[in-house]
């Protein structure tokens, strides 16, 4: 009988996990721009993936170097509005970014990637930031979670806005030092990739 209650109480949180998200291939984007000195018209796209579970940003000219050392080189930014469309009776917040790129830092110099989103017309900002220290010359895939995650409406669609920033600060170095953050060396792109927690409501 305790066997029989088990399967029976596995069986209905199955059922009720699996409506906890969209079905497959119900979640995509309607809507996708972008602004900024980090973000230049053509050179950024967006994916949803088929499960609905992800979000993939891919730019091809987000790059933050010491180059020149002019501070408007040293940080780049980029806002991304992303319309989303997805069956009724659902709510997400982000729970992850994913960040894939590349970096070449002198040591003594510092990297950052700071990541954050809100949902247009509602309260709260979450945000996620991840640092590099020099020496580093490689390509990166790193993971960190949203603090203060941030949910979207009930049956009320708007807007995703994800606000993102990649610095490099070199120091006071003499001589000067150097710093780089960029695109992978793979594919060319700098990526990130947001991970929806989904819920019924």
């Not at 209650?5 to 699996?18: D, E, I, K, S």
């Not at 969209?22 to 018209?41: L, R």
């Not at 992303?82 to 970014?97: E, M, Q, R, S």
């Not at 017309?121 to 993971?143: I, K, Q, R």
Request: with cysteine.
């Amino acid at each position: 009988m305790a066997a029989l209650l088990l399967l029976v109480t596995m069986l209905q949180l199955a059922v009720h996990g699996q409506a906890e998200a969209p079905p497959a291939n119900t979640v995509s984007i309607e809507g996708f721009s972008y602004n900024g000195d980090g973000c230049p018209s053509g050179s950024a796209e967006g994916s949803i993936s088929s499960d609905g579970q992800a979000l993939t940003v891919m730019f091809s000219k987000y790059t933050a170097t010491t180059d020149g050392g002019l501070q408007t080189n040293m940080r780049k930014s980029c806002v991304v509005t992303v319309k989303l469309n997805y069956p009724p009776g659902f709510v997400f917040t982000l729970g992850t970014v994913t960040m894939r790129g590349y970096g070449k830092l002198d040591a003594g110099v510092k990297g950052t990637i700071k990541t954050s989103y809100y949902i247009s017309g509602l309260p709260g900002t979450a945000s996620a930031t991840h640092n590099f220290d020099g020496p580093f010359d490689d390509n990166f895939e790193v993971a960190n979670e949203f603090i203060a995650a941030v949910e979207s409406a009930c049956n009320v669609v708007r807007n995703l806005q994800l606000k993102s920033e990649v610095r490099v600060n070199p120091g006071d170095f003499q001589p000067p030092r150097n710093g780089l953050l960029t695109q992978d060396s793979q594919d060319l792109k700098l990526t990130q990739k947001f991970y929806f927690n989904w819920r019924s409501c």
